[in-house]
């Protein structure tokens, strides 16, 4: 296989894909997981952006056909300038209940006992925003453990191609139901549930970095989704777009792996 077709193939992209029967697919698996487990429901932090926005309704329908609940969850760092779009969000996936916990306090003074706003201003700066990803999973898995629930995540396979998640922050998870999927392809997901447009098309940012607030994703990527999705399901990309991507593949494959050992 071609290194293009590998990749594709690791990440789990199917070669067909219809919204409304791909939904109801990862609603069954999420409905027959849960009742496998024994969990009393899933725990998923909501940001207002459409992955979240996805895998809450996902997850929400599951938890209401298996009689569990799904706790939603705000984690705001102090407060959060599209706030409006985290309440839509909210409003469309019905959550069980809604819990929020402000995370500035416990990454500011994280971040000041471990001397890291010492260091550089973009150096001090990345490292706060990954202490605010793995904050935020912190939180999930408190009120997890605490209702015996499972953690939802919000990985798919045009972020985990780019290896766009922070190790042990929103990389971890116990349950991934937009694993597999393109951004396009989430998006054509949240339009068949019925999510709001706004959120569906919302310009997606990972929003941890101070120095460079609302950063677009594609911006940091260097390369847009519509040229990730092309490339995930083997259509043809440029040369550049296919370098960035197969580059940061490879260079974020730790990631992607449980840790090695000798």
Known sequence: MTSQDSIRAALGVAAVFEASADAERRI??????LEQSGA???????????????AGR???VACAR???????MRLPYGVQGDEADAAAALAFIEPTETI?????????????AT??????PEVADFVKGNIKARQRMVAQYAVAGRLGALVVGTDHAAEAVMGFFTKYGDGAFDVGPLLGLTKSRVRDIGRALGAPSHLVDKVPTADLEELRPALPDEVAHGVTYAEIDAYLVGREVSEQARGVIESAYRRTAHKRRLPPGP
Do not use: E, M, W
């Not at 009393?40 to 996805?54: C, I, K, N, P, R």
């Not at 298996?66 to 939603?72: E, H, K, N, P, Y």
């Not at 929020?100 to 000041?112: E, Y």
């Not at 001397?115 to 550089?120: E, T």
């Open 115 to 120: 001397g890291s706003d010492d260091a550089p």
């Open 66 to 72: 298996t009689g569990r609940a799904f706790t939603a």
């Open 40 to 54: 009393s429901g899933l725990v998923l932090g909501v940001s207002g952006g459409v992955d979240s926005t996805v």
């Open 58 to 60: 996902l997850a929400s």
């Open 28 to 33: 069954g698996f999420l409905a027959g997981y």
């Open 100 to 112: 929020t916990v402000d995370i500035k306090p416990a990454v500011d003074a994280l971040h000041r």
